[in-house]
């Protein structure tokens, strides 16, 4: 039988999505992920870390051609403490 710490998965809903050229368009998105500490060894998420489970939260946003922001937020537990986690994160990108 598997434990929580031996299996990883995650689940996403996306609306939209923010398109770099196109100034003011804009995407969202929830999600479950639930990442094992021996499932996840190279986690590529911003909020839910390797040995938690969480919902996420997020969106981003084009405010000028070439200039994406994005936020994303997380809340759930720790796998193997117990313990209630939250993390925010936020980044601008921009393309040339």
Same mark, same amino acid.
């Given at each position: ?15 939209? $999505? #923010? ?8 995407? *969202?998105? +929830?999600? @479950? ?5 021996? !499932? ?17 939260? $997020? #969106? ?8 994406? *922001?994005? +936020?994303? @937020? ?5 796998? !193997? ?16």
């Amino acid at each position: 039988m598997l434990t929580a710490y031996e299996k990883a998965g995650s689940a996403q809903v996306s609306y939209k $999505g #923010a398109q770099a050229e196109n100034k003011g368009t804009w995407g *969202a998105w +929830v999600a @479950y992920r639930h990442l094992g500490q021996n !499932a996840d060894f190279f986690n590529t998420f911003d909020v839910v870390k390797e040995g938690q489970k969480a919902w996420e939260i $997020g #969106a981003n946003y084009a405010p000028f051609k070439n200039v994406v *922001a994005q +936020v994303r @937020y997380g809340n759930g537990k720790d796998l !193997a403490t117990d313990n209630k986690v939250s993390n925010i994160f936020g980044r601008v990108n921009f393309f040339f």
